[in-house]
């Protein structure tokens, strides 16, 4: 029996020396990157999309026009222009199973979704550049050509090539944010050989993902999913391996197989320039504060980087929110020295580094700390927030997301981007003047787009509101166990105040203490599209309306909008400027959405299959019904921009100047500024067009509990993982639509 005993001891200590064995050579094959493999862009399998229902969309909105009396042959074309595909690194990131991702999103999936889910007539593909290695991007033009020419002639998806650029910067001054550039031409022989990335905080990020232990222990936890998460891996290695092309040589010199940098929006103009071919720079997430720091001031821009001929369009919506409305206050404020201090609250805004130091000093009254401690503690931590800008919140430690209330955020702006910046929303930048150059009024005029900046090969996802894992950025750690394992690093002690220096908050090697995760989130909505007035539905007339301004946004919807001025007998289109000195006139003309019938239309399920649909539309597309929205009103915001050196822009901004019920599916309206001519100065007009309430994801990110003087007591935050609490997160809001401003010039 001794032996025997002794032989089963031996054997099972055999096995775990042979398990321990396999588990050491398993993570030592994934350390020494052994294992994995490359992504590639996947398979586009749809085919056309018949022309008797392309005839039908035209038709559809032929049938409005003459209701309306639109005395225009132009098309309206929906598209959106800013999508991500698991080329990006943040988008591979977010597509892993511990994220709760849905797995590899390839360009091949982005194509058939716009052409079958979403139903759009084009698009644009716009992989972060940092992580475009020139495998990626000889194989993105490839993909983008293929998904032009399965149209066989009939135009039925029009696809653009582009990417993006993608700077970050915790010095405000240096700080430039994020910039789409989308090209007329798609074919390698007429596109610059490789994108062009940004350097700095984002740039490094793009290019060495995550530690190890983000890699290695996952993999292991849940091996099911390993080869995803290897590859992960292997798709940082790829990106490390391309060297950092020299910044002394002209773009045209440059090695095909480097990464190039442009460190600020005029030196990227400079290197587009370089290649003699039609581009667009389209800046978003301006007003989003997950990586922009509080006093990030678009005032900078205008005056250095601003670029017209290049620069005709912002992204006024997005999954990321709006950054349409201008405020007054800041999440911080700068002395005399241009050092961010901490701010007192301001009508409902409640500064982040308020907020910290508030939490801080619960904590130590319940400690039983003497009051003068507490007090220097509180002052140090609001102090610390407030220097450490965008991660403001890592200034006190140990806290729940639940803990900030609704501190940093726009409380009553329309669906507004996580941690507002009200010095990059649209409503500001139009009413900027830069007086730097004598006799020069330098202003930035840019069309209204939307977008959804979806990260999982998804164009066009506002089409309904439904699954918020899919189709918004909302991720979060599938279980505890790697959660817990990702804040191993964070730091720890309640009543110790954390400080990081400035430059290095976004420098993080933990997920959660980078991002905010489930605040930020709670904010992701489906995103939004843009709307061209095209002379017909070809690649040239479409980038022919986006160069003129003459399109829209909405934020999801397929509301129709026509917004003219009428003067001298001609009609200016939205988007367009133009000199008078009489009180110009304006005409509205718009309809609804239809409203959606739930699955798909028989022809996506017959051109790509019951399975293709599943998998990557999950059984629901833009199906319309005959049926209209109702448009609740029409809303003019009129902007004077500056006409002296540091004139008040609080004066300049009048939101809802002018308010039209409608009530009804289809409706019109006409007015006039009576004032221009007494003014006699420049003013710019647009137009918000708002859709009946319906249910949107996001719409209520924080779930705020309100006392009786209006403030938000407690949170019950929209979460997603494995903590997840409140399904799709939807609530009763309107959709929108904003027309391209007019810009009228008096003489």
């Known amino acids: 029996m001794f032996k025997r005993g002794l032989s089963y001891k031996k054997v099972i200590l055999l096995l775990l020396a042979s398990l321990f064995l396999s588990l050491s050579t398993y993570v030592l094959l994934i350390y020494t990157k052994q294992l994995g493999s490359l992504e590639g862009p996947g398979e586009i399998t749809g085919e056309a999309v018949p022309q008797s229902v392309i005839k039908d969309r035209i038709q559809e909105v032929d049938q409005v026009k003459a209701k309306l009396t639109v005395e225009t042959d132009k098309q309206i074309l929906f598209g959106d222009l800013h999508v991500h595909t698991t080329y990006s690194t943040d988008a591979f990131l977010f597509s892993l199973p511990y994220l709760n991702g849905t797995g590899a999103s390839p360009i091949g999936d982005a194509c058939d979704y716009a052409r079958y889910c979403s139903a759009l007539d084009f698009w644009s593909i716009n992989d972060h550049a940092e992580a475009l290695t020139p495998r990626k991007w000889r194989e993105t033009i490839d993909s983008i050509n293929q998904c032009n020419n399965l149209s066989n002639g009939s135009n039925d998806l029009i696809s653009f090539l582009g990417y993006e650029w993608t700077q970050v910067n915790q010095d405000y001054q240096k700080h430039f944010g994020h910039k789409n550039i989308i090209f007329r031409e798609r074919n390698v022989d007429k596109v610059p050989p490789r994108p062009i990335a940004a350097g700095g905080i984002a740039s490094e990020f793009m290019q060495i993902g995550l530690p190890m232990r983000t890699t290695i222990f996952p993999a292991i936890v849940d091996f099911k999913n390993r080869e995803r998460i290897i590859n ?90 709006n950054n349409e409305e201008y405020r007054t206050w800041n999440d911080t404020l700068l002395d005399a020295d241009g050092i961010p201090y901490c701010p007192e609250p301001s009508g409902n805004f409640i500064p982040t580094c308020h907020q910290a130091g508030k939490i801080m000093e619960s904590r130590c009254k319940d400690s039983g700390m003497r009051a003068s401690e507490c007090d220097e503690l509180v002052r140090i931590t609001k102090k610390n927030a407030a220097l450490m800008g965008a991660g403001g919140f890592m200034a006190v430690r140990e806290t729940e997301p ?4 609704n501190a940093g955020q726009c409380n009553d702006c329309y669906l507004p981007a ?28 840019a069309g209204f787009i939307g977008s959804s900046d979806n990260h999982g090969a998804r164009p066009g996802t506002g089409y309904k509101q439904i699954d918020r894992n899919q ?36 420098d993080s090697s933990s997920f959660t203490g980078l991002t905010d995760l489930e605040r930020q989130s709670a904010y992701f909505m489906t995103g939004g599209l843009v709307a061209t007035h095209s002379e017909s539905k070809s690649r040239e007339d479409i980038w022919d309306s986006l160069d003129r301004r003459e399109v829209y946004a909405t934020t999801g919807t397929r509301i129709l909008l026509w917004f003219n001025a009428n003067h001298d007998e001609d009609i200016y289109p939205m988007g367009s400027e133009f000199n008078t000195d009489k009180s110009p006139v304006f005409t509205v003309k718009t309809a609804g959405s239809f409203k959606q019938k739930p699955g798909c239309p028989d022809y996506s399920d017959n051109m790509l299959g019951k399975e293709r649909l599943e998998e990557i539309c999950n059984n629901e597309c833009y199906n319309p019904s005959s049926e209209r929205k109702i448009i609740e009103r029409v809303e003019v915001v009129k902007i004077l921009p500056q006409s002296y050196e540091n004139e008040s822009i609080n004066e300049l901004i009048f939101d809802k100047w002018k308010s039209f019920n409608c009530n009804k599916s289809i409706c019109e309206f006409r007015f006039i500024d009576e004032d221009f001519e007494n003014q006699k100065r420049d003013a710019v007009y647009y137009v918000r067009v708002i859709e009946e309430a319906s249910n949107i994801i996001g719409a209520d990110p924080l779930g705020c509990e309100f006392n009786a003087e209006g403030e938000c007591i407690k949170t019950t935050i929209c979460r997603a993982g494995h903590e997840q609490n409140r399904g799709d997160c939807l609530a009763k809001s309107n959709a929108q639509a904003w027309s391209s401003p007019i810009f009228v010039n008096s003489i």
Not at 491 to 503: E, F, I, Q, S
């Open 232 to 321: 992960f891996q292997k798709f940082i290695e790829e990106v490390g391996l391309v060297p950092q092309c020299p910044e002394a040589e002209s773009s045209r010199d440059l090695d095909v197989n480097c990464i190039e940098i442009a460190n600020d929006p005029k030196e990227l103009t400079d290197k587009l320039d370089d290649w003699e071919t039609p581009y667009m720079v389209i800046p978003h997430g301006t007003t989003w504060g997950f990586y922009t720091p509080p006093n990030a001031d678009w005032r900078k821009q205008l005056k250095d980087f601003y670029n017209p001929q290049t620069q005709n369009l912002f992204e006024i919506f997005s999954g990321h929110g």
């Open 402 to 405: 639940d803990d900030f209330l």
């Open 418 to 445: 996580f941690n507002y910046r009200p010095l990059g929303s649209a409503q500001y930048i139009l009413a900027m003047t830069d007086f730097s150059k004598p006799g020069i009024k330098n202003r930035i005029k």
């Open 471 to 506: 189709n918004t950025e909302a991720y979060g750690f599938s279980n505890a166990t790697v959660e817990w394992l990702n804040n191993l690093d964070l730091p720890r002690g309640k009543l110790k105040p954390y400080m990081r220096p400035r430059d290095q908050v976004l």
